[in-house]
């Protein structure tokens, strides 16, 4: 958005993050494809540059269309970010000062991992696995297994 606002007049900023926005309204998949060709379409006309980049990354904007339209506010959302920023900001103000640059990055990634653990051992997590059955089934393979160990 910030892009596609930076080459529009200011006085016309308001209405074309609107528009761009309708897109994102939208029920579902076939709607939402179909109204950013239309927005596209209409701004194009006043805003060259804006219709190009639309329609350059398309795939980039709609990607979140290929979940289950249950998933989407959470797709869009920030807040597991903030959070885990917030968590480390809180950490590191504890500490106060750092020897070296390696220990902060020590005391982040420990922040991390720890988050990491939580989801994955947490019965509350952000996207249920019932949730996500409707992505791919149970018995399909992990999409993040571990590649096999190649000895020479």
């Not at 892009?3 to 993050?17: C, D, H, T």
């Not at 060259?48 to 980039?60: F, G, K, S, W, Y």
């Not at 959470?74 to 480390?88: A, C, D």
Request: charged share 25%.
């Amino acid at each position: 958005m910030r892009n596609v606002l930076a080459r529009v007049p200011k006085g016309n900023a308001e209405m074309v993050a609107a528009a761009i926005r309708t897109v994102f309204a939208q029920p579902d998949a076939e709607h939402v494809h179909a109204q950013l060709d239309v927005i596209a379409g209409m701004l194009g006309r006043q805003f060259p540059q804006v219709e190009a980049m639309l329609r350059d990354a398309e795939d980039d904007l709609l990607a979140f269309t290929a979940f289950p339209v249950a998933h989407w506010k959470k797709i869009w959302s920030t807040n597991p970010l903030e959070r885990l920023n917030k968590e480390i900001k809180r950490r590191t103000d504890v500490v106060g000062v750092f020897p070296n640059p390696d220990a902060l990055l020590r005391l982040a990634g420990a922040v991390l991992v720890e988050a990491h653990d939580e989801w994955q051992a947490s019965d509350r997590r952000y996207l249920s696995e019932g949730s996500m059955a409707a992505i791919r089934p149970i018995d399909a393979t992990p999409a993040l297994a571990a590649p096999p160990i190649l000895t020479p």
